[in-house]
C-alpha cells in the first residue's frame, strides 16, 4: 500500500513537474510573441521616423531650390528694371537733344528767311 502511494506521490510530482514546464514554455513563448511585436513595432516606429525625416529634408531641399529660383528672378528683374531706367534716360536725353535741335533749326530758318525778306526789301 506504501509502494501505492509511493508511486501515486511520484506521478502526482510527476504531472506537477509536467504542468509547470507546460505553463513554463507557454509563458516563455508569450514573452517571446510580445518581445518580437515590440521589436517590430519599433521597427516601423524607426521606419517611419526615417521616412518623415527624408520627407522633411527633401521639402527643404525643394524649399532652398524655390528660394535661390526667386532670388535668381529677382536679380534679373532689378537688372532689367536698371536697364530700362538707363534707357529712359537716354531717351529723355535724345529727346532733349531732339527739342534744342529742332529749336535751333527753328531760328536758324527764322534768321533764314528774315535775311532774305531783308535782301528783297533791297537791304
Do not use: C, K
Amino acid at each position: 500500500m506504501l509502494a501505492y502511494l509511493l508511486g501515486a506521490l511520484v506521478l502526482l510530482i510527476v504531472a506537477a513537474s509536467l504542468a509547470f514546464a507546460s505553463l513554463a514554455a507557454r509563458s516563455a513563448r508569450r514573452e517571446h510573441d510580445t518581445a518580437e511585436r515590440w521589436r517590430a513595432r519599433s521597427q516601423l516606429q524607426d521606419q517611419v521616423i526615417t521616412d518623415t525625416l527624408a520627407e522633411r529634408a527633401a521639402a527643404e531641399e525643394a524649399a532652398d531650390e524655390a528660394t535661390a529660383e526667386r532670388d535668381r528672378v529677382q536679380a534679373e528683374l532689378a537688372a532689367r528694371v536698371a536697364e530700362a531706367e538707363e534707357l529712359r534716360a537716354a531717351l529723355a536725353a535724345t529727346t532733349q537733344v531732339l527739342a534744342d535741335t529742332e529749336q535751333q533749326l527753328a531760328e536758324v530758318a527764322g534768321t533764314e528767311a528774315t535775311a532774305r525778306d531783308q535782301a528783297a526789301l533791297g537791304g
